[in-house]
């Protein structure tokens, strides 16, 4: 079966860094995307990983590794807004998105 | 503000009523998505409609019926349903199924039946 896993939940401090981890078993691979969702809200678009390697978009970054199954999505410079869940989703080999329960993620001031 | 809307934002419904929930997107997107959301659960694929043609339909039960009568709205006909149907009803539109095109979602529908 097709599988991501993430961390239910993690807590960081305000103005320090996070990774969060995604680990996926899916039958193929057509990119990996990650997902902001705050409480309430619509889940929106973050990252979006393809090729091998660490793509950064200012204090979000976003990382893959295809041998391994791998992602993680790393924050810097941590603020309050940055509360949230964070949702892994891997497109498989027939273009459907398979997603992880997401991550939900505690600042502390 | 993500460009798909959804309505109503809130529903209850006892399990013999018929209701519909509507989704509107004027992205210029090919793809439309319906999606259940339930706590602590992953995002599940409920249907997936690519230039107004369903595409694909994840073992839905047959209470829940998906309409596109264009590409820039979905509706989602509801009847008899249960109560563990209780759940966030996302709405999503992509320009494609492919690459690096992201889905863009709508607010939910948070869905009570009771």
């Known amino acids: 079966g097709q599988n991501i896993d993430q961390p239910t939940e993690m807590t960081a401090t305000e103005g320090a860094i996070v990774q969060i981890n995604c680990t996926y078993q899916?039958?193929?691979?057509?990119?990996l995307f990650w997902y902001q969702q705050h409480a309430g809200e619509a889940p929106t678009f973050l990252s979006y990983?393809?090729l091998d390697g660490l793509e950064e978009k200012g204090r979000f970054s976003s990382f893959l590794s295809r041998s391994k199954g791998y992602s993680y999505l790393l924050l810097k410079e941590l603020q309050m807004k940055d509360s949230a869940s964070y949702l892994c989703?891997?497109?498989?080999?027939?273009?459907?998105?398979?997603w992880g329960a997401g991550t939900k993620l505690i600042i502390k001031p | 503000e993500t460009g798909v809307t959804q309505t109503p934002r809130h529903l209850v419904m006892g399990m013999t009523n018929k209701k519909s929930l509507k989704c509107e997107q004027h992205?210029?997107?090919?793809?439309m998505y319906w999606y259940k959301q339930s706590a602590k659960k992953p995002l599940e694929l409920m249907f997936v409609?690519?230039?107004?043609?369903?595409?694909e339909n994840n073992s839905v039960p047959s209470r829940f019926s998906p309409e596109c009568p264009n590409s820039s709205h979905l509706f989602l006909h509801l009847h008899t349903l249960q109560p563990e149907d209780s759940a966030l009803y996302l709405c999503?539109?992509?320009?494609?199924?492919?690459?690096?095109?992201?889905?863009?979602f709508g607010q939910g529908t948070r869905l009570t039946v009771v």
């Open positions: 999503a539109s992509s320009l494609s199924q492919e690459g690096p095109s992201e889905a863009f």
């Open positions: 992205l210029g997107h090919n793809a």
């Open positions: 409609y690519n230039f107004k043609e369903q595409t």
């Open positions: 899916t039958s193929g691979f057509n990119g």
């Open positions: 990983n393809v």
């Open positions: 989703a891997v497109r498989d080999s027939n273009y459907q998105l398979i």
